[in-house]
C-alpha cells in the first residue's frame, strides 16, 4: 500500500508536466471553418481553361464479368492518383494497367497499377494528371496474373 502513494503521486506530477508541455506549444496550422475540398470533377480559376483536378471515368465490364465501376483520377502534386472501386469483385487479385490506345484497341502499358483487390486499387502514378489526359489511354483491369489475357474492365480516359 505504501508503493502506491509515491507511483500516484509521480503520476500526478508526470500528468501536470505532460499536460503543460502540451498548452505551450504553438499550434502549427490556424484551425478553419471550411472544409475539405471533394474528390469530384472541379477546377480552379486559374487551371479553369487548361485541365481538371480530378475526372471519374466509368469503367465498363467486359467478357461477362460484372465488374463495371469507376476510376477517379486526382491532381496531386504534379502526379496522378488513381482509384479504382468495381462492383462484383473477384475472389483474387487483378492486375490493371494504363494503356495506351482505347478499351476497344489497347496499346502497350504506361502504368502499372496497385493489383484490383476486393474491388479496389489505389495508386498515385508518375505523371500529370495533364500529361496523362495529352494523348488517348484507358484504364483496363485483367481477370488475374494466370489470365492476364482476359479483360473484365475497362475505362477510356478522356479530357
Do not use: F, W
Amino acid at each position: 500500500m505504501h508503493r502506491r502513494a509515491p507511483l500516484s503521486a509521480v503520476m500526478v506530477i508526470l500528468a501536470l508536466g505532460v499536460a503543460g508541455c502540451r498548452a505551450e506549444k504553438p499550434a502549427t496550422t490556424p484551425p478553419t471553418s471550411t472544409p475539405p475540398p471533394a474528390a469530384t470533377p472541379t477546377t480552379t480559376p486559374e487551371t479553369a481553361t487548361t485541365s481538371p483536378q480530378a475526372l471519374t471515368i466509368q469503367m465498363r465490364a467486359l467478357n461477362n464479368s460484372g465488374q463495371s465501376g469507376t476510376a477517379t483520377l486526382t491532381a496531386v502534386d504534379g502526379k496522378t492518383r488513381v482509384q479504382i472501386e468495381l462492383a462484383n469483385p473477384a475472389p483474387e487479385a487483378q492486375p490493371v494497367h494504363v494503356h495506351s490506345g482505347s478499351c476497344s484497341k489497347l496499346g502497350s502499358v504506361k502504368y502499372s497499377l496497385s493489383n484490383v483487390v476486393n474491388g479496389r486499387s489505389d495508386t498515385t502514378i508518375d505523371v500529370s494528371l495533364p500529361d496523362l489526359l495529352s494523348s488517348q489511354s484507358a484504364v483496363n483491369v485483367h481477370r488475374s496474373m494466370s489470365q492476364a489475357m482476359v479483360y473484365v474492365s475497362c475505362g477510356e480516359i478522356t479530357k
